[in-house]
């Protein structure tokens, strides 16, 4: 699952403590440390204080934006925090997979691609 979540990582995003290029080149090193970051987290459901602060930043969507509704909001956070989401994402979609009729199956991967609905007809 490690090695899954590292590779659907972006590459080359912002810079900071933990960056995925830094886990990559530690190969398998990188991926036992992490796993085991990671599943000590995921077992006993206690978060270092340092992976759940995140910064939030409001960017406008068009410039000389005054309004909410003209911004876009972004979320700056760890990578190890990132990871976690992700692999709890994997997990959640293959059980809710299981679940999902074979007619429903159309609807959850065009929503998954970004595409609503309506624009099924």
């Known amino acids: ?15 900071g403590a933990d960056t995925v290029e830094m886990f990559s080149a530690l190969e398998d090193l990188g991926v036992q440390k992490l796993t ?36 876009r909001t972004i979320s700056l956070m760890s990578h190890i925090t990132k990871l976690l989401l992700r692999i709890i994402m994997m997990r959640n979609r293959n059980k809710i997979k299981q679940e999902v009729a074979e007619e429903q199956c159309f609807v959850a991967l065009w929503r998954a691609k970004g595409q609503g609905v309506r624009s099924i007809s």
């Open 36 to 71: 085991n970051i990671l599943n000590k987290i995921y077992d006993t459901g206690n978060i270092p204080e340092d992976l759940l602060e995140s910064v939030s930043i409001a960017l406008p969507k068009k410039p000389g934006a005054t309004e909410c509704g003209q911004h």
């Open 1 to 15: 699952e490690m090695r899954n979540a590292l590779k659907k990582m972006k590459t080359g995003k912002a810079t």
